[in-house]
Every structure is written in C-alpha cells, then in structure tokens.
C-alpha cells in the first residue's frame, strides 16, 4: 500500500508543480532527497507528462483546435507559394511565434538538458534556483500590465519565450514561470502571456511522450506498480487541470507574490537543509 501511496504522491506532485510557477523538477527532487520518493523509472515519467499533456489540451481545446486548423491552411499555403505571415490572421501569428520559440528550447534540451539534471540537482542549487523563481514572481506582480494579444507577437518576442524557457531545464527555475515572465516582460497581455506560456511547452511535452512511449510497453510492472501509475496518471491530469485553473485566475488578478512567497521559503529551505546536512556529515 505504501508503494502505491508513494507513487501517486508524486503524481499529484507533478500534477501540481507542473504548471503552477514553482518547479516540478524542483518539488520531484525535493521529495526525492527528504522523503524518499522517486519519479519511479521512464515509464512513469511517460504518463505523468501525458496526463499533464491531456490537462492542457482539455484548458486549452479551443485554441488547440484553431491552431491545428491554421498549421493545415499553412502547409496549403507553403505548397501554393501563398503569402505565409498574415497579422489579420492571430492563429497564424500565433503559429509561427510558437515555433520560432521552440527553437531553441529544443537546442537547450537536446543538447544541455541530461547535463543540468546531473550537475545541478544538489538542494543548496535548487534553492538558489528557487529565489530566481521567486523574483521572477514577484517582478510579475510589479511591472505594467501588457496589451500585446497573439496578432502582435513580434520574432523577438518569441525567441525572448523562448530562450527563457531553455533557462527551466535547469531544476528549481519554473518553465511555467520563466515563460510568463517572458511574456510580460514583452509586453504580453496578462492572459496572454499564461496561454502561450503552456501552449508553447506542448510541443516539448507531446515529443517527450512520443520518444519514450515504446518504454512504457517494454517495462515490466507488477500489479501494485501498474495499480499506482494509473491512479497517479488519472491524479496528474485532474491536479494539473485545477493548477492552471488556479495560475490562471492569479494571473488574471496580478496576484503571482503567494508564488513568490512559497518559492522563497521553499529555497531558503533547501538551502538550509543543505548546510546543516554538509555540517551533519
């Protein structure tokens, strides 16, 4: 019992950090040094992105849809030879903006992400991560509100997304974070800046899944571990939904300091912990 009750915490932990500004890389890590608890082997890692993936795709169906429906009038007019950036038409700004921002996101994480997750995951470093998360908090709540919507996303804009969002390979420094950050620094419209945040980490999510979904059929489980992924898949996905449900009603108020609070205390916390247990030892 206690094995699948240790599962499925850390489902509904990365349910929960996902997508709320504080780091599940972090939070996993965090657990894994005081607890005990583990992401539980590639398979694991495969449904717990794929139920945060379904979260986002539920919050965001209608966006997604319109975005699948302009990547098909794209192509048509690659194909055509047709005019292809069209400001009259927002889903095709959009578009091309999310992938300019994939770039290099995708460049960090093939080429820098297997080292930070090796060399930076000591608590002393993703509590200093954690006060960045903090300020980057806490500067949201400040600054000018944006006015920016998806028609005036400009390739500056989303390549500032974009390398913020390489920064959060690094445990402790929250994508979700990061990227609003970004977008509010770009002068993004307060809703804005929190739907591009998540619409421009699905594609990172959805080629994770695909790349690791072959190892969720090759592991052997046994029934309690195939017991607790599920409950912990179906807890990751619901969590997830209710966090961005959450961030975003915050974001809508301009209340993002409870996160910078919860970060700083959470950082200095790890940061302590590892003293007293260098000190310890």
Aim: with cysteine; hydrophobic share 50%; net charge positive.
């Amino acid at each position: 019992m206690w094995e699948v009750m240790k599962i499925v915490i850390v489902g509904i932990v990365q349910g929960l950090t996902e997508f709320l500004p504080v780091s599940s890389s972090g939070h996993i890590a965090i657990f894994k040094e005081i607890f005990g608890l583990s992401e539980n082997g590639v398979a694991f890692d495969v449904l717990l992105h794929f139920g945060t993936l379904i979260a986002v795709c539920v919050f965001y169906y209608k966006d997604i849809i319109a975005l699948v429906f302009e990547a098909i009038e794209l192509v048509k007019d690659i194909f055509k030879r047709n005019k292809i950036y069209n400001k009259e038409r927002p889903y095709r700004v959009l578009l091309l903006m999310l992938i300019i921002t994939t770039i290099p996101t995708a460049i960090a994480g093939l080429l820098l992400e297997d080292l930070f997750e090796t060399v930076f995951t000591s608590l002393l470093v993703i509590g200093i991560a954690l006060l960045i998360t903090s300020a980057l908090m806490y500067i949201i709540s400040n600054i000018k509100v944006g006015t920016k919507q998806a028609k005036d996303i400009t390739v500056k804009d989303a390549l500032v997304v974009g390398l913020c969002q390489s920064c959060a390979i690094t445990p402790g420094i929250s994508r979700s974070g990061a990227t609003i950050f970004a977008g509010r620094i770009s002068g993004f419209d307060t809703q804005l800046a929190v739907k591009y945040s998540f619409l421009c980490s699905l594609p990172a999510v959805l080629g994770s899944v695909v790349l690791k979904i072959g190892d969720l059929f090759e592991q052997s489980l046994s029934n309690t571990q195939v017991t607790g992924y599920i409950i912990a898949f179906i807890a990751s996905g619901i969590v997830g939904f209710l966090s961005l449900s959450m961030l975003n009603m915050m974001a809508k108020k301009r209340n993002m300091k409870p996160f910078a609070i919860y970060c700083a205390c959470a950082g200095l916390f790890c940061i302590v912990y590892s003293i007293v247990k260098a000190i310890s030892a």
